[in-house]
């Protein structure tokens, strides 16, 4: 790889970890009281998903560890915002779906955050955004089959 294309890279990746610095640090300020920026993303997967999905099928999506997953799906059972089951075909297995306190919870979250992400692509320019997605998509998507 040529140097050009090296310090293309290490730009791109540089801004993309400082977006995604900036974006946490936004989204998680106006969340609703008690929750994470972990809770909001697994409530947001159930509900968008809206069927149930084990702990390991969920820190496979966030790739993450299966324990780092079973803390934050403890931690929504807690605030009431899943049910956690056991699985009837494997009793090893459990099953979490998310709650109708947990869709409200998701629902108030995605009003609070909508403006704010709303107002980044307003001072962007829509159009630059719909040319940005399918980059990054592609991105993401390369990245993923590095896993």
Not at 91 to 120: C, F, H, N, T, Y
């Amino acid at each position: 790889m040529s140097e050009t294309t090296n310090n293309l890279a290490v730009s791109l990746f540089s801004e993309i970890l400082v977006v995604d610095q900036l974006a946490r640090a936004s989204v998680a300020r106006v969340l609703p009281k008690g929750m994470e920026l972990s809770h909001f993303s697994v409530l947001n997967q159930l509900g968008h998903a809206g069927m149930e999905r084990t702990p390991a099928q969920l820190a496979k999506t966030f790739h993450l560890t299966r324990g780092a997953m079973t803390n934050t799906v403890n931690k929504l059972e807690r605030a009431g915002w899943v049910h956690i089951r056991p699985d009837w075909d494997d009793a090893r297995r459990k099953m979490v779906s998310i709650s109708p306190a947990g869709q409200a919870a998701r629902d108030a979250a995605l009003a609070a955050i909508a403006p704010v992400i709303a107002e980044v692509v307003k001072e962007v320019g829509a159009d630059k955004v719909r040319i940005a997605l399918p980059v990054l998509r592609e991105l993401r998507l390369k990245l993923s089959e590095l896993e």
